[in-house]
Nanobody, 119 residues
């Protein structure tokens, strides 16, 4: 089992920055990959960024160059640095952990943190 706790959401003006944190209950090195997803009202959930346990990253085209996913293994924490925020970035952001074993795949989700980009 993996417990995930997100923090860092809030209200920010367009062009501003925000950093989200996701603290895991176990070493993130033991988790195959972790990612940030978001869901805006009336829209489907989408992958924002993902990082593997060896540090490889992937980003949605809409956030490339603006968002950066990173990790602090000692703190069991993954971060999402969001810069040059736009109103369309407004959404609930969810942390995801994907753990792969020899037999099964497991997904774990945080409770979500609200990000509002508005003037």
């Amino acid at each position: 089992q993996v417990q995930l706790v997100e923090s860092g959401g809030g209200l920010v003006q367009p062009g501003g920055s925000l950093r989200l944190s996701c603290a895991a209950s176990r070493s993130i090195f033991s988790i195959n990959s972790m990612g940030w997803y978001r869901q805006a009202p009336g829209k489907e959930r989408e992958l924002v960024a993902r990082i593997t346990n060896i540090g490889n990253t992937d980003y949605a085209d809409s956030v490339k160059g603006r968002f950066t996913i990173s990790r602090d293994i000692a703190k069991n924490t993954v971060y999402l640095q969001m810069n040059s925020l736009k109103p369309e970035d407004t959404a609930v952001y969810y942390c995801n952990a994907h753990r792969r074993t020899f037999a099964d795949d497991y997904d774990y989700w945080g409770q979500g943190t609200q990000v509002i980009v508005s003037s």
